[in-house]
C-alpha cells in the first residue's frame, strides 16, 4: 500500500475540520467541564471583548505537574490575530508562554483556548496576550499562582528518550501503575474522529472509541477492540467498540520527543497507532505518525507526516520494513519533532528524517482502531494493544 490509511484520515479529518470542528471543540469543552478536578477550569469571568472569562484547573500546583489554562473569547465582529498566547512569567520575569496560536480568528461564536504546561517550583502571572498590527495587547485580568516544590517519586523525571542522548527535561507521560485510567490525564475523544470525537467511519474505522474499553492492571494499559454493537450519539452504529487516549486536556506542545513502548495486535483487522493531532482550537492541519499499524502485515510500519505548504496539504509518508514481530513482545517507538526535521526511533534506532517539521501546537494520541480496509475475520471476537508505558520530553 503505498498511498495507506494516512491519506484516508487525512480526507475524513478534513472534512470533519471544516464542517465539524467548532462542534468537536465544543464537545471537548463539554468534556472538561464534567470533569472533575484536576483537569476543569476554574473560569472568572471578564465581560469584555474578545476575552470573556480565563482560568486555570490547578489552583495550588507542584513542580512537574500540569496546568490547564483557558479562554473564552468572543468579538461581535469577527477579528484574527497574528498570534495568541497565554502570557506567563516567573518572578524574575523569565518567559514561560504557552498555547501559541498564529492566524487565530474570534467571532459571534464563543470559542475556548486552551493550554498546558509544567512549572518549577516558584511564583508566576498569567495574562491572554494578542498580536494585531504590529503590536502586543495585554488583557486584563493578569492572575498570579505559586508552584511548590514536587514530593519525592512520582514522574520519572530523570528517564530518556532511548537512542536520542540525554539533553531532554521529561514534561508529560504515564506509566499506567495506577489501578485505572487517570481520566483527569487523558480524555477518550479527540477532534479526529469525526462523530461525536469517538469515532470515524469516513476514515475506513468500524469502532466506537470509548472509555470502558481502556483498562489498566499491572503496570499495563490494555486497549481492547472487542465486536459489540452501540448507537452514537448522531445515530450511527457501530458493531465493534476499542479504546482511543488523547492527552489534550493535560499536554500540548510543538516541538518535542514523544515515546512509547508497546505491544501490538497479532490477528488481522486492526490498525493500532502512536501518533499527534493539531490540538483543540487549530484549523491548520498537523499531525505526526509515529508509527501505524495493519496488523494483517507484521512486517511493515508508516511512518508519516502532515503539514500545511503554501496553502495545501504536504505529505511525507514511508513505510518501514521491520525484522521483528511487534505482536510477540513489547517495542519503543517514539520521534524526535524538531524545529529543523522530524526524527523517527524504532528501540533506539533512528530510522527515519522527513523534510516536514511541526507548524502547531499537537496533541499526543494511541489509539487500536479497527480497519475496515480488512476487517477482522468473522470470527474474530476481540484483540488489544497493550501500552507499557507513554513518554515526553522537551529540550530544556
Known amino acids: 500500500m503505498t498511498a495507506p490509511f494516512s491519506q484516508r484520515r487525512r480526507v475524513s479529518a478534513r472534512r470533519a475540520l471544516l464542517t465539524l470542528a467548532l462542534g468537536v471543540e465544543l464537545l471537548a469543552c463539554i468534556g472538561l467541564a464534567q470533569a472533575t478536578p484536576p483537569g476543569t477550569i476554574d473560569y ?13 484547573d490547578i489552583q495550588a500546583p507542584v513542580a512537574n505537574t500540569s496546568v490547564l489554562f483557558g479562554a473564552r473569547l468572543l468579538n461581535p465582529q469577527p477579528v484574527t490575530y497574528d498570534q495568541i498566547v497565554f502570557a506567563v512569567r516567573d518572578a524574575s520575569d523569565r518567559n514561560f508562554d504557552l498555547g501559541h496560536q498564529n492566524n487565530y480568528t474570534v467571532g459571534a461564536s464563543q470559542r475556548e483556548l486552551t493550554a ?8 508566576y502571572r498569567y495574562w491572554l496576550s494578542y498580536y494585531a498590527g504590529g503590536q502586543w495587547t495585554n488583557l486584563a485580568p493578569e492572575r498570579s499562582f505559586t508552584v511548590a516544590a514536587a514530593p519525592p517519586g ?89 479504546c482511543l487516549l488523547s492527552s489534550h486536556k ?5 516541538y518535542g520527543f514523544i515515546e512509547a513502548r508497546m505491544k501490538l495486535p497479532g490477528v488481522a483487522g486492526f490498525w493500532p497507532a502512536f501518533w499527534t493531532f493539531q490540538a483543540p482550537g487549530a484549523q491548520q492541519w498537523n499531525e505526526t505518525d509515529v508509527f501505524e499499524y495493519y496488523s494483517d502485515n507484521k ?33 519503543v517507538y517514539g520521534a524526535d519533532i524538531a524545529p529543523d526535521a522530524t526524527r523517527f526511533y524504532v528501540d533506539g534506532q533512528l530510522v527515519r528524517t522527513t523534510r516536514n517539521i511541526s507548524q502547531i501546537e499537537t496533541s499526543i494520541l494511541v489509539d487500536h482502531f479497527v480497519y475496515a480496509g480488512k476487517p477482522p475475520a468473522a470470527g474474530t471476537q476481540s484483540a488489544t494493544t497493550y501500552v507499557d508505558y507513554i513518554r515526553a520530553w522537551q529540550r530544556p
Not at 472568572?44 to 474578545?50: A, I, L, R
Not at 542522548?165 to 475523544?189: P, Q, R
Not at 507526516?305 to 521483528?324: A, R, W
Open 250 to 254: 493535560r499536554y500540548n506542545f510543538r
Open 154 to 242: 512520582g514522574d520519572p523525571v530523570d528517564s530518556r528518550p532511548l537512542g536520542a542522548g540525554s539533553n531532554w527535561v521529561y514534561k508529560f507521560g504515564d506509566e499506567f501503575t495506577a489501578a485505572a485510567v487517570d481520566w483527569n490525564k487523558w480524555a477518550d475523544n479527540s477532534s479526529a474522529e469525526s462523530d461525536n470525537g469517538h469515532g470515524n467511519p469516513g476514515n475506513q474505522q468500524l469502532e466506537w472509541n470509548q472509555a470502558a474499553n481502556c483498562s489498566v492492571s499491572n503496570g499495563v494499559l490494555a486497549m481492547q477492540a472487542k465486536r459489540e454493537r452501540v448507537r452514537s450519539p448522531s445515530g450511527r452504529y457501530y458493531d465493534w467498540t476499542s
Open 116 to 123: 498546558s504546561g509544567q512549572f518549577p517550583a516558584g511564583q
Open 44 to 56: 472568572e469571568n471578564v465581560g469584555g471583548t474578545p476575552l470573556r472569562a480565563i482560568g486555570r
Open 299 to 331: 512486517s511493515r510500519l508508516y511512518l508519516n507526516q502532515y503539514v500545511i505548504k503554501n496553502g495545501s496539504e504536504d505529505l511525507d509518508s514511508y513505510i518501514h520494513t521491520i525484522n521483528f514481530d511487534p505482536s510477540a513482545g513489547y517495542h
